[in-house]
């Protein structure tokens, strides 16, 4: 079936201004990848998926411009003991960053590997599995044109978190990243990542987790207000095993975050959180499809946004069990507190059983602040402003304690506490 005639021309002119990278063990997916983003096109206004979030920008031959922005703060993450990496708009940074040797576990970049490696049996696996029965164009074409990215492979349980750090420079820069992570049967890792990495980014990590592998992913997105981004990650789990990712957004005029879990293997866990602060010409979108497909599996998506000054939040979240998935567990909860009347929220939770014997549920709700709480408070000299800042962290204390080490939950609360002070003076 042709594509229509906006679609294919802003497909078109995006793919011609794109170089594909030739060569080496990547080059069949990459351009299975080209064949499937030519088939389904750039995703339009009109698309299911995108009728809350308009792409337009994101399929622009070249990246808007998004002036840096200069934090005078220390870096998030950067008082603990870990792994760094670095990419500055989208190239790495060698010497801002660590030698990759790591007890547990081996690294490689996506640029440097040209010989058959391990990772040759994932890339692009997971996102093309993914497409069905929701097409996701960005990932497509992030798996053909991904300039660079890690390859991760855990092989036991190494003693620190791999940090990478995307930091954003140039002001059209237009970065595209692609991350495979495999873990092993009863390994565990811990990837942090944070920064803006661009002014227009597009980002993938396909994770395969083995039977009782355990894989945690912590994610504060940068400042930078007038930058742009879209990422995914596919998440494939084995028996027993388990992920859990929390996503921390402040500050971005565009950001879509994508999430699409499977699970294939009986009395696995997947956590899906994310909580997000927004103010003015802010558009967050959270975007989830997870799949069970084996028995007595248990999932969680928790996802709070704080929307003000006309800013704009956007979920779309869907369980789907599948005939064979008995005893699931599935809990989804999509939240946003309005700190005024411009502000909107709009949600499209989604459950779809095939199976009889299953606990799932689903709840989306939105309101402002509770006055009879604000009073409380105020009554005992906390001033209206403190207040309010007090009952927002507590509103989006759910979808942190999702994140399983309480340092890491402590250091991302303190960064929220930051910026709705900074937002207050």
Known sequence: MALPQAKQTATDARLAALTLPEGGWSAPARRDALSRVQAMGLPGARDEYWKFTRPETLNAVEAPEAEAFEAHEAPIFGERERLQIVFVDGVFDAEASDDFSLEGVEIARLADVADIHWA????????????????RPYAALNTAFATDGLLIHVTGKPSKP???????KETRSDAILHHVVKVDAGCEATILENGPAAARFNHVIEADIAEGGALHHVRAQGRDHARRAVTHVFARLAQESTFKSFTLTMNGVLTRNEAVIEFTGDDAVAHVAGACMGDGDFHHDDTVFITHDAVNCESRQVFKKVLRNGATGVFQGKILVQPDAQKTDGYQISQSLLLDGDSQFLAKPE???????????HGSTSGAIDEDSLFYLRARGVPRGIAEDMMTIAFIAEAVQEIEDESLREELVDRVEAWLARRRA
Request: aromatic share 8%; glycine share 6%; with cysteine.
């Open 120 to 135: 040759q049996d994932l890339y692009g696996t997971l996102e093309a599995k993914g497409q069905n029965p929701v097409q």
């Open 162 to 168: 791999i940090h990478i750090t995307y930091t954003h």
């Open 351 to 361: 459950l779809e059983i095939y199976a009889d014997d299953v606990a799932c549920s």
